[in-house]
T-cell receptor
Framework: DSGVTQTPKHLITATGQRVTLRCSPR?????VYWYQQSLDQGLQFLIQ???????AKGNILERFSAQQFPDLHSELNLSSLELGDSALYFC????????????FGPGTRLTVT | DAKTTQPTSMDCAEGRAANLPCNHS???????VYWYRQIHSQGPQYIIH???NNETNEMASLIITEDRKSSTLILPHATLRDTAVYYC??????????????FGQGTILTVHP
């Protein structure tokens, strides 16, 4: 158990819909990362937050957005969902952006039908 | 971040050492080598990292060549639970680094009884 929690575990929704994925980092970790893992693209970095502020962006679509709240939990919002958005979404946390280890949550499996 | 090249798959007998190679010929002087693994769609797990000296922890050993262009992860006594995808990642660590991890395709290690 990494100490990172993600909800929900599974999510099934229809194309065009909007969903919110939630992540609670390890106690004391200020940095949160979101990754997407799909069959064709592998594990890809989406976005990073540090102490409430966006720190880095990766291959995140404009239909996706995220934020980190004052209590340090983070949410990833996915809108206008397409079939290709079906994937595993992982959240990770670390004490600071450059910390050597990132602690990954169990992931949320999103299925878009 | 420097690109890495790993074999697609490897096999190992239970109880034997598993040696997983990684090429990172374009690595820069301030980039570290990291290893993570992912067991069957679980969140990736940190294994070890190093800059230029060989490193060992309770999970594995990391051997980095003198020119730093390649490295080998060694699992000294592989068990069935070590069956996973192993990712070799190169990135800057600490200071003002962004912290994101860039995953390649990894090596699928299968440990046989």
């Amino acid at each position: 158990d990494s100490g990172v929690t993600q909800t929900p575990k599974h999510l099934i929704t229809a194309t065009g819909q909007r969903v919110t994925l939630r992540c609670s980092p390890r106690s004391g970790d200020l940095s949160v990362y979101w990754y997407q893992q799909s069959l064709d693209q592998g594990l890809q970095f989406l976005i990073q937050y540090y102490n409430g502020e966006e720190r880095a962006k990766g291959n995140i679509l404009e239909r996706f957005s995220a934020q980190q709240f004052p209590d340090l939990h983070s949410e990833l919002n996915l809108s206008s969902l397409e079939l290709g958005d079906s994937a595993l979404y992982f959240c990770a946390s670390s004490p600071s952006p450059g910390h050597f280890e990132q602690y990954f949550g169990p992931g949320t499996r999103l299925t878009v039908t | 971040d420097a690109k890495t090249t790993q074999p697609t798959s490897m096999d190992c007998a239970e109880g034997r050492a598993a040696n997983l190679p990684c090429n990172h010929s374009t690595i820069s002087g301030n980039e570290y080598v990291y290893w993570y693994r992912q067991i069957h769609s679980q969140g990736p797990q940190y294994i070890i990292h190093g800059l230029k000296n060989n490193e060992t922890n309770e999970m594995a050993s990391l051997i980095i060549t003198e020119d730093r262009k390649s490295s080998t992860l060694i699992l000294p006594h592989a068990t069935l639970r070590d069956t996973a995808v192993y990712y070799c990642i190169v990135r800057v660590a600490g200071g003002t680094s962004y912290g994101k991890l860039t995953f390649g395709q990894g090596t699928i290690l299968t440990v046989h009884p």
